[in-house]
Nanobody, 128 residues
């Protein structure tokens, strides 16, 4: 059973930066680099939305339009860790951020229903 644990959330002022981490463990018949890893976020009263995905083997990356140019997703396969560098943060980035994993390439990467494994989330709050 795959376990994901996020960290790095906090409170910052608009224009600031945060770096989220997601440590993965529990891989049994596969290895971390074989998983498609993504970040999602959910603000109160809103649906969970895809922020970014990085393909298995450290390949392609894709971003939501709202974060392009400000956020960067990366992974360290040796450390089984996923990252999200968030720069130029805006109040509308305030949300609970979750990492998610899927063994196979999602049909639509931003569809949260396609992911098998989820972390517990880390809160990001951006004040104006």
């Amino acid at each position: 059973q795959v376990q994901l644990v996020e960290s790095g959330g906090g409170s910052v002022q608009a224009g600031g930066s945060l770096r989220l981490s997601c440590a993965a463990s529990g891989y049994t018949y596969s290895t971390y680099y074989m998983y498609y890893m993504a970040w999602f976020r959910q603000a109160p009263g809103k649906e969970r939305e895809g922020v970014a995905i990085i393909y298995a083997y450290g390949g392609n990356t894709y971003y939501a339009d709202s974060v392009k140019g400000r956020f960067t997703i990366s992974r360290d396969n040796a450390q089984s860790t996923l990252y999200l560098q968030m720069n130029s943060l805006k109040p509308e980035d305030t949300a609970m951020y979750y990492c998610a994993a899927h063994r196979f390439r999602p049909t639509r990467w931003s569809n949260h229903e396609e992911y098998n494994y989820w972390g517990q989330g880390t809160q990001v709050t951006v004040s104006s």
